[in-house]
């Protein structure tokens, strides 16, 4: 679980006031707390910023030359639902109607006569809003996430069950007929049935183990890089198939690379991603998965041509979602792939 401490390092905040000298004041007292902070002096500036979705709390001015305060909201939440917005004003008699508060989609509003550690209680509570946001959302991404991965157990156990039945029946027939004789292909199918159906069974014991003992918080456990990549798999297996989508996920690490502690998060979001890949994917169209290191990192790639049609506003959340989960980032530099890493320690 993150700090406090850990959190406000993974979050951007926007300042917006054309007062200068409140401005740098503010800029200055929000560093020293450890935010990463961008100031503007005017609405459009502001609006410009926040469009590049980068930003978790924005403080805006409500009186602003160019947007005022309540026109940059109002654009800004055509697209973005999630930021969370602090509206200021200089002087008391300043404050804007009750019923244009009530009308805003804010979470707080601040009078900057009431001091800067007022502001700071402001800024603490915005930062558990964030918390309980990305809670709310990663625990519905691994509802869909664990749904769909007890979805594609349950088909490799069928698909498992009708092979065993096969081969139960191919020996049955062996055994009545004395006549019959075992020739070495026979033999052979025998024998890979029996293979499959173990390495099978295997692999699902395997992913459901990890999983537990991930969810259990064990910061001891370790995962090996082979099933991560089957859990991934196992969750995205079905989608791909009535997608009629085709999606690939391979690994290249290292002998004995291990993640320590938990990912499921991290997990759960990247199939997160490749489903909504999947969603403005063709019949027959690619999607690659793999997972590599570097010597600082583990790294994911997700290449496929359908990346760039992806919402901002979902790329946005993502990577919001990405900052809550301890030392993993979202980076989507290049047109065609996505890339998460996570950090070694």
């Not at 503010?26 to 609006?47: C, E, P």
């Not at 069974?201 to 459901?208: A, G, R, T």
């Not at 690379?257 to 759960?268: A, E, L, R, T, W």
């Amino acid at each position: 679980m993150m700090t406090y401490e850990e959190i406000i390092k993974n979050i951007n905040i926007l300042l917006a006031d054309d007062d200068e000298d409140y401005l740098l004041m503010t800029y200055s007292f929000l560093k020293q707390l450890g935010y990463n902070v961008d100031k503007v002096t005017d609405g459009k500036q502001a609006l410009d910023a926040l469009n590049k979705g980068d930003y978790q709390i924005a403080l805006l001015d409500y009186y602003m030359p160019e947007l005022n305060g309540e026109e940059v909201i109002q654009k800004i939440r055509e697209k973005n639902k999630q930021l969370i917005i602090i509206l200021q004003t200089g002087f008391s008699g300043q404050k804007p109607p009750i019923e244009t508060m009530q009308n805003l989609n804010i979470q707080n509003y601040y009078d900057k006569t009431e001091g800067i550690d007022r502001l700071n209680l402001e800024l603490i509570s915005a930062v558990k809003i964030f918390k309980q946001q990305n809670e709310i959302e990663l625990s519905k991404y691994k509802q869909n996430a664990i749904g769909a991965l007890i979805s594609g157990i349950a088909q490799e156990l069928k698909s498992d069950l009708f092979s065993i039945s096969g081969s139960i029946e191919l020996t049955n027939m062996l055994i009545k007929d004395p006549a019959t004789k075992i020739n070495t292909e026979e033999l052979k199918k025998l024998n890979d049935i029996y293979i499959n159906n173990k390495n099978t069974l295997l692999n699902i014991d395997k992913v459901l183990t990890s999983l537990i003992r991930q969810s259990s918080q064990d910061d001891d456990y370790v995962m090996e890089g082979k099933d991560i990549i089957e859990l991934i798999r196992l969750i995205l297996k079905n989608e791909a198939q009535s997608r009629e989508v085709k999606f690939d996920a391979s690994i290249s690490l290292r002998p004995n690379s291990y993640i320590k502690g938990s990912i499921n998060d991290v997990i759960f979001l990247i199939c997160e991603i490749v489903k909504k890949v999947m969603e403005y994917s063709n019949k027959q169209d690619e999607i690659n998965l793999s997972f590599t290191e570097d010597e600082n990192d583990w790294l994911f790639y997700l290449s496929s041509e359908n990346v760039r049609r992806l919402p901002n506003s979902f790329i946005y959340l993502i990577k919001t979602l990405m900052t809550s989960i301890n030392n993993t980032e979202f980076k989507n530099d290049e047109e065609n792939v996505l890339v998460v890493s996570i950090k070694k320690i």
